[in-house]
């Protein structure tokens, strides 16, 4: 027989044969733990970082990590805040510590969600948006807040995070 590219096929090639193998996707298995993997077998290297990905020492690294942004949001904060009383005025601190205090819960609301990210969740939640977005209904409510003060208390946590990170290496 002669195929449409012109090719000769014997009778042997159209006969089908069986695998004697099936292609398993261990992924799909239920009995595999992917936390017992040690090596892959193609190219001999070892898989620490995937089993460190799944360890508890992660967690709790993450967990310390969190601490001491916060601890480091709030030192800040009480530093602006006292330059704030001396140089300015009650209300730019009062502001300022307001809008720290809306930061220190936005980062929390989403260290949370990515806490949960790979466990319960397939995305982060958007729950935290809703603290900038009442920060400021607050401060153009009350006139004892001021808006930009509020806001610029609200980032604090970033520079925060820049030193913590610098610090770490």
């Known amino acids: 027989m002669i195929d449409s590219a ?3 096929i014997g009778p042997e090639s159209l006969l089908a044969i069986q695998n004697p193998k099936p292609n398993k ?4 298995e239920e009995n595999v733990d992917l936390r017992n993997s040690v090596s892959d077998s193609k190219n001999g ?3 620490k970082e995937f089993k460190k990905l799944f360890s508890s020492e992660t967690t709790d690294e993450y967990a310390l990590l969190q601490l001491r942004t916060i601890r480091l949001t709030i030192f800040i904060t009480i530093f602006l805040v006292l330059i704030l ?3 300015a005025s009650l209300k730019f601190a009062l ?3 307001i809008g720290s205090f809306s930061g220190i819960l936005y980062l ?3 260290a949370r969600g990515i806490g949960k990210l790979g466990k319960s969740s397939n995305s982060v ?3 935290q948006l809703v603290v900038p977005i009442l920060l400021f209904f607050i401060s153009t409510r009350f006139s004892q807040i001021d808006l930009l003060t509020a806001l610029l208390g609200f980032l604090v946590f970033k520079p925060a995070l820049i030193i913590q990170f610098l610090l770490k290496k």
């Open 108 to 110: 929390r609301l989403l």
């Open 25 to 28: 996707d261990p992924l799909n």
């Open 45 to 47: 290297v070892e898989i």
């Open 125 to 127: 939640s958007k729950t």
């Open 6 to 8: 012109g090719l000769i």
């Open 95 to 97: 502001s300022l510590l």
């Open 85 to 87: 009383v001396f140089f």
